[in-house]
């Protein structure tokens, strides 16, 4: 399949198949592949580029699964680095925000895979951080965990999300997914919901009025064609559901864990897979660059190459941290209000659901940015 | 002479319009000042670097001489260098050069001149700065044209982050490098100041070699090692490939052997 004839199909808004996705991994030209991707991207979004104002909440490592990739995870408490918060603990994490002004939107909240906590754990968990802001949005629990919940506590997935949603749960992030193929997954993270059934509980999600995420992790042992197929099982329940919100490629960190003999991914890799992600998912409307894990540098100029979106503030990222990622805690607005003006791009701040809160002039800074503190955006190396 | 970016068509749709290079082999305005899309800027810099190299990204075993008068680097390296910083500590350009430093990487134009009539190679780093206005970049610029227009030989031009650097900001201005400096062999970039990531996506704005510690093996990047930027042999070949370019090691005497995969 030549380019020219992909490219011919991407202008003509007909969806890419599995052989164009494969075809497109492999060719040569970097510069040709992002010109085209961010065609459909400025197609799409012109020249916005999203982030919001958000925090994460890990509320326990203590994890069951033993997936290779993951440096976060502890077997169970007591072990070293373990650790489980004390619902105020978290709650607290919330309220200190709320104490200082910071006008923060939304909670990411992810967590081990724990087998001695009750389920109203999470509830209390949710209850509690709605109670401190009602209008906080909490985007929360990966599809592995819902599972999870459902195998352990004896409930439908359909259950598992209703009582979460009572107690507040928004909206689903998109971790978990990892890589569909059950070759690939039988050998990093085998003793975890399948790709099926990770596609199954977002359908039921969907199916229930909840927006999720999607994710892929990429660069530790699947093949370019198992990427391509991955990414077109999530297009199929797009069209199926249109529930999906924005596709983020994670790139796997190879350090603290039992991969750290790959060398992961490098930045070229990283621009390519995120310019095949926006041709090949054009039903999925965000495509995110997550500054935390990419380098706040390589996200910029993945803005280039198909993402419209840089995450948020983040705040206190654990999982990707102890994986060995050299980006610092958090980005204010302002810096990354800087690292996309620089980019040639037009920032817009949103919610969690993409509706706008802020643009144009009302994001610019009112004078020169002055990063605070000497924090240097990430480690060179 | 014609810089190749301007008189060949690119591929794709996209097309840098336009005579860019002047007879000196520089271009009058930035480059980035007239071409505002990425891709066609850095198609034009792969393109100009492919038409300088065949797509060859080289890589050398350095060693440095220190300002200490020691030396940093193996001592089977293939290259030795002294700083412009380090040479007035060193005793002077001669005494470096006696030292056994065989290149200078410089900064201002006196020196460079030196260096030339010693026998010395010249590799020049081209400062900036991710706040920098057009105005103070364009000067930066024409400095060095300045001094090429002196008919001083420069052997490869090196972008150099004060701070912090961005990154679509650092990858435009290696592709202005590539555009404008036509008469200079290499665009170099640093490794250990702009980090593996950016260095590689570099390779892909007209960058063509790489400068850092190559060493034999190095320490796991553990503790106190965590930010040390040598890369093996391997490793710097590997970074080359996955950007789809083809690695090239600098021997001794200038004789390039290609890297097998």
Redesign the interface.
């Given at each position: 399949m030549s380019f020219a004839t992909i490219a011919t199909k991407v202008r003509a808004g007909e969806p890419l198949s599995f052989d164009d996705g494969a075809a497109l991994f492999h060719h040569p030209n970097l510069m040709e592949l992002g010109a085209l991707a961010n065609e459909v991207r400025e197609r799409m979004h012109g020249a916005r580029t999203y982030f919001n104002r958000n925090f994460h909440i890990n509320a326990t490592n203590v994890c069951v699964a033993s997936c290779m990739f993951c440096s976060f995870a502890r077997l169970k408490d007591g072990d070293a680095d373990a650790y489980t918060m004390k619902l105020p603990e978290a709650w607290d994490k919330l309220q200190s925000r709320v104490d200082a002004g910071e006008p923060v939107t939304e909670i990411h909240i992810v967590n081990g895979l724990h087998d001695g906590l009750p389920f109203e754990y999470y509830t209390e968990l949710l209850a509690g951080l709605k109670r401190i802001k009602p209008s906080i949005h909490l985007k929360a629990f990966t599809a592995v965990e819902i599972f999870y919940y459902h195998q352990k506590y004896g409930m439908t997935v359909e259950e598992v999300l209703r009582r979460l949603a009572a107690a507040g749960l928004d909206s689903l992030p998109g971790g978990g997914a990892e890589i569909f193929a059950p070759r690939v997954r039988q050998r990093i993270c085998a003793d975890k919901c399948n790709g099926d059934e990770w596609l199954d509980v977002h359908r039921t999600a969907h199916r229930m009025g909840l927006r999720t995420n999607c994710t892929m992790l990429y660069g530790t042992i699947e093949t370019p064609e198992e990427r391509v197929d991955h990414m077109l099982r999530l297009r199929a329940l797009q069209d199926e559901t249109g529930g999906f919100q924005t596709f983020i490629p994670l790139a796997f960190h190879p350090e603290n864990n039992a991969l750290m003999k790959l060398p992961g991914p490098t930045a070229v890799e990283d621009l390519r897979t995120y310019a095949v992600a926006r041709l090949l998912l054009h039903n999925i409307p965000h495509l995110k660059a997550y500054w935390v894990m990419l380098g706040v540098k390589t996200a910029q100029t993945a803005l280039w190459f198909g993402a419209d979106d840089l995450d948020g503030t983040v705040q206190e990222e654990k999982i990707y941290h102890m994986a060995g990622a050299e980006t610092p805690q958090t980005l204010s607005p302002d810096e990354i209000i800087r690292v996309i003006v620089n980019a040639g791009r037009a920032p817009v701040e949103r919610d969690t659901l993409y509706n706008v809160i802020a643009e144009g002039e009302a994001l610019l800074p009112k004078q020169p940015f002055r990063r605070t503190g000497r924090r240097a955006l990430e480690v060179v190396s | 002479m014609m810089n190749p970016a301007s008189s060949a068509a690119l591929?794709?749709s996209?097309t840098l319009q336009g005579p860019l290079a002047t007879p000196g082999g520089h271009t009058t305005a930035p480059v980035s000042e007239t071409v505002?899309d990425?891709?066609v800027l850095?198609?034009a810099a792969?393109q100009a670097a492919r038409h300088a190299n065949g797509g060859r990204v080289v890589f050398t075993r350095a060693r440095q001489l220190l300002q200490s008068g020691a030396w940093r680097g193996p001592r089977d390296a293939a290259l030795t260098y002294i700083e412009e910083a380090d040479v007035a500590a060193a005793g002077g350009l001669p005494a470096a050069r006696d030292a056994g430093a065989r290149m200078l990487v410089a900064t201002s134009p006196e020196l460079a001149r030196q260096a030339a009539a010693l026998g010395m190679d010249c590799l020049w780093r081209v400062r900036y700065r991710?706040?920098n206005s057009t105005l103070a970049r364009r000067h930066a610029l024409e400095h060095l044209a300045a001094v090429l227009a002196t008919g001083q030989v420069i052997q490869g031009v090196m972008p150099t982050p004060d701070g912090?650097?961005?990154?679509?900001?650092?990858?435009r201005f290696f592709a202005e490098c590539r555009l404008r400096f036509t008469s200079i062999p290499h665009v170099v970039a640093d490794f250990?100041?702009?980090?593996?990531?950016?260095a590689?996506?570099s390779?892909?704005f007209g960058a063509d070699e790489l400068h850092g510690p190559i060493v034999a093996e190095r320490a796991l990047?553990l503790g106190a090692n965590?930010?040390?930027?040598a890369l093996t042999r391997k490793?710097a070949a590997?970074?080359v490939r996955?950007?789809?370019l083809n690695p090239c090691e600098r021997l001794s005497g200038g004789v390039l052997e290609d890297c097998a995969p």
């Open positions: - | 591929p794709g996209a505002d990425l891709f850095g198609r792969q991710a706040s912090e650097p961005l990154g679509l900001d650092t990858l250990a100041l702009l980090g593996h990531r950016l590689q996506m390779l892909a990047r965590a930010g040390n930027p490793e590997l970074l996955a950007a789809g």
